[in-house]
């Protein structure tokens, strides 16, 4: 039997047969996520889960991901990550799958308080998105970001499961277009990555950076990813045959263990070539093992260092790469320790030795850390950081992107360890000064700082501390903060502590200054109302009333100000139109000027508009670099390279002031870049660089810079050229001269 279908018949009959597969698909995820959280529910907790199951693929049936896929795999899978790779129960798997309902659907809170009792509805509220502010001035994802945080103190899980929901998304990022990649991307390295780092999550936190170089820096990432895969097999045989005899030692004296390779990642490993200047074949701690040990409360500490004696009897150790963190645990509860050894053939391996606990509290952070926690086991600084997190969100003169950027400060990787005159320890980022250690101990101590003893000698209040300091604040009651410390603190407490103080004292000062400004317009008859004052903040070109009277109380405008403002007011119309053509000549002098000199080549935005621009000096972009537009405030467009070392920061907390940028085709325009020269240095070296600068490639020089120490050199180049293609050249020409080493663009 034959059968015939027509076009639309057929299409109709694919559809039927995708949307079983579909049905089929979702189910098997389900099924996978009750796998994933067996551990921890019950048939109670099934039976809520499966509640919220229902609910979510109900809520988001006509749903679909910009890859096409049905929306309701995304709830599931966020879900699984939560309850498997972070370890959380019943309540946040529900909030998992529920999370994007209210934000997306006609449910809304009340329903899901109704349905699921108030912890899943005040969870819910924290991870969905604000959507009725359109203030311009505002950045959206740091005032998402913070609105996430208002829950932190009350409960962590609203942090982790939006950890989860950003993994995903990450996962799946192939889909959106490049512009929203390198935004999510972006965001993910500033905050996200930063957070689970903070939280204990490491397997997450190096996910999420690997992922985020993925779309940032993909012809970075491919290249180190492509170079770990080829030499993956010899990796795995060294570390089987460096395990060797740690493995019959142990078993020797009976430990209880397991022993497996720990690959660095991709955003590690660029990183350290970054750092150290080196190629990816000269990092040379690429290799890694972890040892865990399962172990008695009582004996970890013991135990640990049994097992660093045992490594260390056959491999030489590196004394400046131990880390003890097992006496002095991380501010995120992290535990184990750390050697670096010198392992056959000449190779440098980095040891991790850890027990059960301690690998389960790295690997699920906050998670875990609570759950030993609820068992008997004490309270960790990582308490002590969600509580300044929650004093921080306290602070009412705060904005989104000022706690943002606080906020930021507090995810440090680096740490120190430094002591109270009494023997009290105190954990700080490094770089840390006496003034921010005095801001830990109490916001009074800190602002009445007049000076510090670091080990009984008397140093600046900017002296940078180190591990094993002992610190002694001295203090005066008629001391004050002062502008310049945001100068030189580093912990986000220290620096809003001196910000909410120089506010008050800004405020104070206002205050006179609005009685002297009240009696100087009294004295010649102007009347002191609102549109008096607005006239003013315009002529003096200020933003806000405060800045008006700040300036008169700090004796910043006086008299003379006043008379010029009382003159021009008095002329009328005249005067004023004057004034703005006079003003506004300047500054369209201004503006054809710096078009002259950028060039107007950069096309923006979706409809490839003409717009004045700069072209970023941090990162002096050129004709074919992939580039942005940044809106400044004050300058205007500026230019960025993709890869300018501010882009990620720019993206992540600006995405609002973010435009799409290309070159338009003008290759007889010249650009000025800088180039750095190191080697060794060679009789005629210089000259015959130049040679090939000038001579060969009709390269005009702009100024040269070379200095020699002990037979190496090291310069700069300043060159004008007129493209991506011609600066490529010019370093392949180069690369072929004897004696130079390096190369590089600025």
């Known amino acids: 039997m034959v059968f015939s279908f027509s076009k639309k018949t057929y299409i109709y009959f694919m559809q039927e047969i995708n949307l079983e597969l579909e049905r089929k698909e979702i189910l098997n995820r389900y099924k996978g996520l009750l796998r994933d959280c067996k551990d921890k529910t019950d048939a109670a907790d099934k039976k809520i889960i499966r509640k919220a199951f229902n609910l979510a693929v109900e809520a988001h049936k006509e749903m679909r991901r910009k890859s096409g896929e049905p ?5 599931i899978d966020v879900a699984r990550i939560a309850a ?11 909030c998992a799958l529920l999370h994007d309902v209210v934000e997306d659907t006609d449910y809304t809170l009340e329903d899901i308080e109704r349905i699921f009792g108030n912890k899943v509805a005040r969870i819910i509220d924290g991870l969905t998105k604000i959507s009725d502010v359109y203030d311009q001035n505002v950045s959206m994802q740091a005032e998402n970001f913070r609105k996430m945080l208002l829950t932190l103190s009350d409960d962590v899980r609203v942090i982790l499961i939006k950890l989860a929901d950003r993994l995903h998304n990450m996962r799946t990022l192939d889909s959106i277009p490049k512009h929203k990649q390198l935004k999510i991307a972006s965001e993910t390295l500033y905050l996200y990555a930063p957070l689970a780092h903070r939280l204990g999550l490491y397997a997450i936190k190096t996910e999420l950076e690997d992922l985020g170089l993925k779309f940032t820096k993909s012809e970075v990432y491919k290249a180190i990813s492509e170079k770990l895969a080829e030499t993956k097999r010899g990796r795995l045989r060294y570390i089987s045959k460096f395990i060797i005899p740690i493995r019959e030692e142990m078993e020797v004296q009976e430990f209880d263990f397991s022993i497996k390779g720990r690959p660095k990642s991709i955003f590690s490993i660029r990183n350290k070539m970054l750092k150290q200047g080196v190629e990816f074949e000269e990092v040379y701690d690429k290799f890694a093992i972890r040892i865990i040990v399962d172990s008695k409360p009582e004996a970890e500490k013991a135990d640990c260092w049994r097992i660093y004696s045992i490594v260390t009897d056959f491999y030489k150790p590196n004394p400046d790469r131990l880390r003890d963190w097992i006496s002095t645990p991380k501010s995120n509860g992290y535990e184990a320790l750390h050697t670096t050894v010198m392992g056959p053939n000449g190779k440098w391996v980095e040891v991790q030795i850890r027990t059960t606990r301690m690998d389960e509290i790295a690997e699920k952070g906050y998670a875990a850390h609570w759950r030993y926690k609820q068992e008997g086991g004490k309270d960790t600084s990582l308490d002590d950081w969600i509580n300044r997190i929650h004093e921080m969100l306290e602070n009412p003169d705060s904005n989104a992107l000022g706690f943002v950027d606080d906020f930021k400060m507090n995810l440090f990787t680096d740490e120190i360890f430094v002591f109270t005159p009494a023997g009290d320890l105190k954990t ?3 770089g840390s000064t006496p003034l921010d250690f005095a801001f830990e101990i109490h916001t009074q101590v800190g602002s009445k700082c007049l000076g510090a003893k670091v080990n009984g000698k008397l140093v600046p209040l900017s002296y940078e501390l180190k591990s094993g300091d002992q610190v002694e604040i001295i203090t005066s009651n008629k001391q004050t903060p002062k502008k310049d410390w945001l100068s030189f603190v580093k912990t986000s407490r220290a620096k809003s502590k001196i ?11 206002g205050r006179e200054g609005k009685e002297i400004l009240e009696r100087k317009l009294r004295h010649i008859k102007i009347p002191f109302d609102n549109k008096t004052e607005a006239e003013l903040i315009r002529f003096f070109y200020l933003k806000t009333s405060l800045d008006l009277y700040y300036q008169f109380g700090a004796g910043i405008l006086n008299n003379k100000d006043i008379r010029s403002f009382a003159n021009q007011r008095n002329q009328g119309w005249y005067g004023f139109f004057k004034n703005k053509i006079t003003r506004g000549k300047s500054q369209k002098y201004a503006k054809k000027n710096s078009v002259k000199n950028e060039y107007q080549i950069i096309l923006f935005g979706s409809e490839k508009l003409q717009l004045d621009y700069k ?5 002096s972009p050129i004709s074919g670099d992939e580039v942005f537009g940044f809106t400044t405030i004050n300058e205007g467009i500026k230019v960025h390279t993709n890869n300018c070392p501010n882009s990620i920061q720019l993206r992540s907390r600006y995405a609002y002031r973010i435009l799409t940028a290309v070159w338009a085709s003008k290759d007889d325009v010249e650009y000025t ?16 660089v130049t040679r090939i600068i000038s001579n060969q490639l009709n390269v005009n020089i702009g100024s040269i810079n070379i200095s020699t120490t002990a037979g190496v050199f090291e310069g700069y180049i300043t060159v004008k050229l007129f493209n ?14 004897d004696g130079i080493k390096t190369i590089e663009r600025l």
């Open 71 to 75: 929306y309701i795999y995304h709830p």
């Open 84 to 94: 498997k790779e972070i370890g959380l129960g019943c309540t946040s798997i529900v």
């Open 428 to 430: 700080l980022p490094v």
């Open 499 to 509: 910000k909410n103080a120089l506010k008050e004292e800004k405020k104070r000062i």
């Open 615 to 619: 072209l970023a000096k941090c990162c």
């Open 673 to 688: 870049t800088k180039i750095h020269l190191s080697g060794i240095d060679q009789v005629g070296l210089m000259n015959e």
């Open 724 to 737: 991506t293609i011609h600066l490529d050249s010019l370093i392949k020409k180069l690369e072929k001269v």
